[in-house]
């Protein structure tokens, strides 16, 4: 198994910037794609971004164009960006990896960190 911990979240203003950390340990972190995925109260958990252990990103529309998701493999560790926070970016913020190729959907990711808040407020 491989555990990942998420930090970083925080509250931040409208049109400010977070970047989030996700450390992984237990497996050899090369061998894991890595995703980001959010909720927000009352909604369902949707994707925000992933990153293939070959460093191919991929993102979800509403953030595309805001957010970087990157890796430093040798620091176990992925990075997610986020700039020009809106008020619909406010969730819970939670780091997942995969053996698997990293498909946008919760399902594909068995390993999961207990989340870091990101609260966009003015």
């Known amino acids: 198994q491989v555990q990942v911990v998420e930090s970083g979240g925080g509250l931040v203003q409208p049109g400010g910037h977070l970047r989030l950390s996700c450390v992984a340990s237990?497996?050899?972190?090369?061998?894991?794609?890595v995703g980001w995925f959010r909720q927000a109260p009352g909604k369902e958990r949707e994707f925000v971004a992933s990153?293939?252990?070959?460093?191919?990103?991929n993102y979800a529309d509403s953030v595309k164009g805001r957010f970087t998701i990157s890796r430093d493999d040798a620091k176990s560790t992925t990075y997610l960006q986020m700039n020009d926070l809106k008020l619909d970016d406010t969730a819970l913020y939670f780091c997942?990896?995969?053996?698997?190729?990293?498909?946008?959907?919760?399902?594909?990711?068995?390993?999961w960190g207990q989340g870091t808040q990101v609260t966009v407020s003015s």
């Open positions: 997942a990896a995969t053996s698997n190729y990293p498909r946008p959907s919760s399902e594909s990711y068995p390993y």
């Open positions: 237990g497996r050899t972190f090369t061998n894991y794609a």
């Open positions: 990153i293939t252990w070959r460093h191919y990103p």
